[in-house]
């Protein structure tokens, strides 16, 4: 199994910065891939970013202001000039071959 433990996350206003971090624990030999989900309020849980292989991928509504960050078993998740509509409770997400785990989720509000 697979532990995530996230912190960061709060709020902050309009065209402020936050970063998120999330450290794993457990049986993390297994994991190919680690990113970031998020769902808003009424709405589905959605890709932000993800890392595998070195190489990260970002949704186009977060492109050029999120950066992914991995260190073996740790990633963070710089977050730059965040809107209101990046307001949601965001997830770290490790995948093994077999199985994804999933962090509890810190909420992240960007309000004036």
């Known amino acids: 199994q697979v532990q995530l433990v996230e912190s960061g996350g709060g709020l902050v206003q309009p065209g402020g910065s936050l970063r998120l971090s999330c450290a794993a624990s457990g049986n993390v030999f297994g994991i190919n891939a680690m990113g970031w989900y998020r769902q808003a309020p009424g709405k589905q849980r959605e890709l932000v970013t993800v890392t595998r292989g070195g190489s990260a991928s970002y949704a186009d509504s977060v492109q050029g202001r999120f950066t992914i960050f991995r260190d073996n078993a740790k990633v963070y998740l710089q977050m730059n000039s965040l809107t209101p509509d990046d307001t949601a409770v965001y997830y770290c997400?490790?995948?093994?071959?077999?199985?994804?785990?999933w962090g509890p989720g810190p909420q992240v509000t960007a309000s004036s």
């Open positions: 997400h490790a995948r093994r071959t077999h199985d994804d785990h």
